[in-house]
């Protein structure tokens, strides 16, 4: 019988706050870090979520002496540090780090590859800086990688080969994911409409959220939940462009309530990842709806973070486990009219509700799909 694995900490750094009751208090109030922002010298100021860097450095500066890190990293070792300080590391905890591009800005004007470019060697100095002794294991598959690597510590944990794990995820907005984004014009003109039928496109968001995970259930713990089950399928669809039929979507979905022994009538809510492109949306309702998850409440949190790539699934997973606690649906902002072809019982206002079993989502690029159940224990 496989061993039950808990998350039971967690914490974020976002443009909302530097820790989760932060991010918590500014969600309810319905505020959102997405604003218009000029990141890029002699291009037109654009929709983005993102963190004061100057805030960030005084908030770093309170917390550490060294300064031989990289902005990614600051956020990193920030929304790390509270765990590292309540949760003891041991010769058999996993040090998990999840990005889509890292430290990417460091190529910007160099002739040759600077060695923290590597995913291995960030990895590395930060699971260093904290003492960690076991190799770092780095999670990096597009948009769906902060989901994968909860699944990835859950697997691990339940294989014997570790006794509990610290998942870190993190990205920031960077020239290079920008041009990517917009060689697809796939960024919007305007804040992000997740499912709405004027939604034009995403907004770029950066965030690190870090989350401890567990083979032992502590009484004495705030909160704990539990990782019922999990699933990452790839569609083998199209380089960029999601399923038509959500294929992918469907089978992850199908596979991780299979094994959490759980029904689509006992899914309490969606965070899904509603990233407000045309296709992704779609794609996501098509697969809802085979599932039966049509009247499921729902929400996206991208008008509210942007899209924060491998930090957007793991950042998502926190904000839906303090709804849970806090007995509260959160609202999918900027969604007004339905703008997919199959319906969704999409979250409009804060709304209280018992929150026990929670499917979580992901897709990205290269056909990948993601999704984790949590049961609130």
Same mark, same amino acid.
């Not at 598959?141 to 691990?156: P, T």
């Given at each position: 019988m496989k061993k039950d694995i808990f998350i039971t900490d967690y914490n974020c750094i976002t443009p909302l706050g530097f820790d989760v009751s932060s991010n918590w208090n500014a969600l309810l109030e319905g505020k959102s870090g997405v604003a218009l922002h000029q990141i890029i010298e002699n291009h037109s100021p654009f929709y983005a979520s993102k963190i004061d860097s100057d805030e960030l450095e005084k908030e770093f500066q309170n917390n550490f002496n060294n300064q031989n890190f990289t902005r990614l990293e600051k956020m990193f070792l920030l929304s790390l540090k509270p765990l590292v300080e309540k949760h003891s590391i041991s010769e058999d905890t996993a040090f998990i780090l999840s990005t889509t591009k890292g430290n990417i800005s460091l190529l910007k004007n160099q002739t040759t590859l600077p060695e923290d470019i590597f995913l291995s060697k960030t990895a590395q100095k930060l699971a260093n800086f904290f003492g960690f002794t076991t190799k770092p294991i780095v999670v990096? /598959? @597009?948009? +769906? =990688? &902060? +989901? #994968? @690597? %909860? *699944? +990835? @510590?859950? /697997? #691990?944990i339940q294989a014997g080969k570790y006794k509990d794990a610290f998942v870190i995820a993190g990205d920031e907005i960077s020239e290079f994911v920008i041009s990517g984004f917009s060689s697809f014009q796939a960024i919007g003109t305007e804040i992000c409409k997740p499912y709405d039928k004027n939604r034009d496109g995403i907004n770029i968001g950066e965030a690190t959220a870090t989350v401890y995970i567990t083979s032992e259930f502590n009484k004495n713990e705030k909160f704990s939940f539990k990782i019922l089950g999990d699933s990452a399928i790839n569609d083998a669809n199209h380089i960029s462009g999601p399923s038509r039929t959500g294929d992918g979507l469907f089978a992850s979905i199908q596979n991780a309530m299979n094994e959490a022994n759980v029904s689509s009538k006992q899914i309490d809510f969606i965070s899904a990842h509603g990233t407000a492109t045309i296709y992704n949306d779609e794609m996501e309702a098509i697969a809802f709806n085979r599932m039966n998850l049509q009247n499921v409440p729902l929400n996206s949190m991208k008008g509210y973070y942007g899209h924060c790539l491998g930090a957007s699934g793991l950042l998502e997973s926190i904000i839906s486990m303090e709804s849970a606690l806090k007995n509260t649906l959160i609202p999918s902002k900027n969604f007004e009219e339905t703008g997919t072809s199959q319906p969704l019982n999409i979250i409009k206002e804060n709304q209280p509700a018992e929150i026990k079993y %929670?499917?979580?989502? *992901? =897709?990205?690029? &290269?056909g990948c799909n993601a999704a984790v159940v949590l049961e609130k224990c």
């Open positions: 990096s /598959n @597009a948009c +769906v =990688s &902060g +989901v #994968m @690597a %909860i *699944a +990835v @510590a859950k /697997n #691990m %929670i499917l979580k989502t *992901a =897709s990205g690029f &290269g």
